[in-house]
């Protein structure tokens, strides 16, 4: 539903992709990166620009957190064991981490329930699959519970984990009003991530009535970057109507890059 299920369709579809961003700055310490998760043929062209970012840090681990759009199961869960499989082929799942995991005394929990029937993360799989020929591995992390609580949970966690592991947050903007709406509405939150006021981000989205789905990812990198001093700079921003051309009802997706200078 997302990307084409043949390797080659898949792998020329990432390349070309890839090639069309590949003059993205190089950042010199990554912390994380903001990436969308809708079918390529609409955000993939902005999702390029942050994983050509990750292609020039070199490092091959990864924590991918994503929102469970049918909030179900609720809490914040960690997949336990093994590897995603796509059409690219397998990736292991970060057994480092899971121990990590396993030894601290916190809200989440192991779960391969909470991943199924979910896309946020499983959309990310095949860009580093693609960039690292399957020699990287990932903790995939669902937050069903978003809330500015649960991502002040997860942040100490992230920051456990990210001396030798990249973030990846996922989440599209505004859905399904038009264009020049949401584009108004995707500013506003942009410049609140930017600022790295998780307090801000989150009044800014009752202001709005944002639609964002997976803010708490998007909080709780925000949340990193700040405890480690960085910044966040927006790399790209789009909405389907880019591809479609239809703008009467499109869906918002930026990348960022979050880094130590």
């Known amino acids: 539903m997302f990307y084409p299920a043949g390797r080659d369709d898949l792998s020329g ?14 950042f010199r310490k990554i912390i994380g990166v903001i990436v969308p998760h809708a079918g390529y ?10 994983f050509n970012a ?9 924590v991918l957190v994503g929102p469970k759009h049918s909030g179900y199961p609720y809490g914040t ?3 336990p064991e093994g590897a995603w499989e796509t059409p690219l082929g397998s990736c292991k799942i970060d057994e480092d981490a899971l121990n990590y995991l396993h030894s601290m005394r916190n809200h989440i929990r192991a779960s391969a329930e909470a991943f199924g029937e979910e896309h946020s993360i499983e959309v990310q799989v095949p860009w580093l699959q693609y960039i690292y020929k399957e020699d990287c591995e990932i903790l995939p992390i669902s937050m069903g519970d978003q809330s500015l609580e649960r991502a002040e949970e ?3 966690v992230l920051e456990g984990l990210s001396q030798n592991r990249i973030i990846v947050a996922s989440s599209d903007l505004t ?9 108004a509405k995707d500013s506003d939150m942009i ?3 930017e600022s790295l006021d998780v307090a801000s981000f989150y009044t800014v989205m009752e202001r709005i009535n944002a639609s964002t789905c997976g803010y708490g990812p998007i909080a709780s990198l925000m949340l990193l970057t700040r405890k480690l001093g960085g910044k966040m700079k927006l790399l790209n921003h789009s909405n389907s109507g880019d591809s479609s051309g239809d703008y009467s009802s499109v869906v918002g997706y930026a990348s960022f890059v979050a880094y130590q200078e």
Do not use: C, W
């Open 77 to 79: 869960y960690f997949y």
């Open 13 to 26: 579809m990432i390349d070309q992709l890839l090639s069309r961003s590949r003059d993205v700055a190089e």
């Open 191 to 193: 410049k609140a991530i």
């Open 41 to 50: 043929i609409y955000s993939g062209y902005t999702a390029s620009f942050a």
């Open 154 to 156: 997860l942040a100490p």
């Open 54 to 62: 990750i292609k020039k840090d070199g490092r091959r681990k990864f």
């Open 175 to 183: 859905h399904y009003e038009p264009a020049r709406m949401a584009n």
